[in-house]
Every structure is written in C-alpha cells, then in structure tokens.
C-alpha cells in the first residue's frame, strides 16, 4: 500500500480547471506567459481642510497659515466718511505761456463745492497737469465759501448780477431747477432746489456765467 507522498500527481486537464473551482495557478512552461496578477486598486485619501479639496479651500488653508491672507482677514474694516463738501469741475481748460525758453503749458480749472445746506464756494487755479490743477481749484474755493439765503428751497426774491461779459437773472420759481450749465451746477451746490435762470449777456464762457451767478446770489439778503 502506497503513502500518500509517493502518489502520482497528474497536471489537470483545461476541462477540469474550467468545470468547477479552479485549482491552483497553472504551471509555467517554457512558452508560457508568466500570469498577470491584478493590481490593487488604490483608494484616494479623503480631502483634509487644511488643504482643501477645491481651489476655495486652499485659499482658505493659506488664510489659516497666518499667510498675506490671513492678515488680511485679520484687518479691521476701513469705513469711508463722506466729504464735507461735494465738488464738480465746470471748466478744464489748457493755457499757454510763452516764455524765453519756449512755450510752457499748464491747465486752469474751475471748480464749484457746497454742503446742500446753504453753503457755496468757486475756486480758480492752474496747475501742471489736471489732478493738481483741481486740488488748488478746490482748496481755493474753500476759502471764498458764500452763505446764500434759501427760503422754501428757492430763493427769496428776483436777482441780476454782471460779471464781465455775462448777465444772470435769477427768479424763485417751484418745480425744479430751470436753468443750464454753471448756473444750475452753483444752484444745485449751494442747496438750491428750485430757481429760474436766464442768461442775457452773449457770451457762452462758463467762468464768466458761474461768477455773475455767485455776484446775483451774494444780492441776497434777508429783508427787514
């Protein structure tokens, strides 16, 4: 009687393999392939919050490192005060001056400033580009502020005024403000809600209509 260490192995047929449980890996031959084992599929590791997942979250992991981003978190609010005065520019012109050397350009402009409550300001300056030319115009107007008196949003009586080539008549009226181009930006500055204006001189120089309306509103006076 045979042990079972001296029993004969025989290599199982492709049949066999292929009927039930398949056995055990085939044997390699000398032409045979060496099988292929599957490889295991790794699985991604779960996205952190200190890294983020999307592009939001790495900003966000940045922000908490105490990075440029965290200190703008950190920063604390501007608040933004409005101006005591509001301003506007009615006339930007380019003047020339000739000297021995050449000619020398600079820029005169002409800005108009008030509250809205009463209070209104022309300044005149010339500069060597527009950004400074304005910011004497306005420190220039600060310091020529008229007191205009306003009754019911309109003014109290019938005023003209000349300056140079231009004539103003300025009449209380209700409905809105019925007058153009510098007459109704110094009305409008100085708080003025309702005015009739009219122009009788033959000039269209806006430096020459917003000074007769500053001369027709000093007229006003508050009567006895």
Known sequence: MDTPDNKPTTPATPQQASGGERSAQPQQGAGTPAPIEPTPTAVPPAPS?????TRGGRQQGRRGQGGRGGQRGNRP???FEKPEFDSQAIDIARVTRVTKGGKRFSFRTTVVIGDGKGKVGIGIAKGKDVAQSIQKATNQARKNMLVVLIKDGTIPYQVEAKYSSARVILK???GGIKAGGP???VARMA????LTGKL???????????MATIEALQQLRAKK
């Open 49 to 53: 919050q200190d890294r983020g997942g």
């Open 77 to 79: 609010q501007r608040k």
């Open 172 to 174: 209380p009226s209700k």
């Open 183 to 185: 007459v109704r930006v």
């Open 191 to 194: 708080g003025i809600k309702s």
């Open 200 to 210: 009788t001189g033959r000039t269209n120089n806006k430096l020459n209509i917003a």
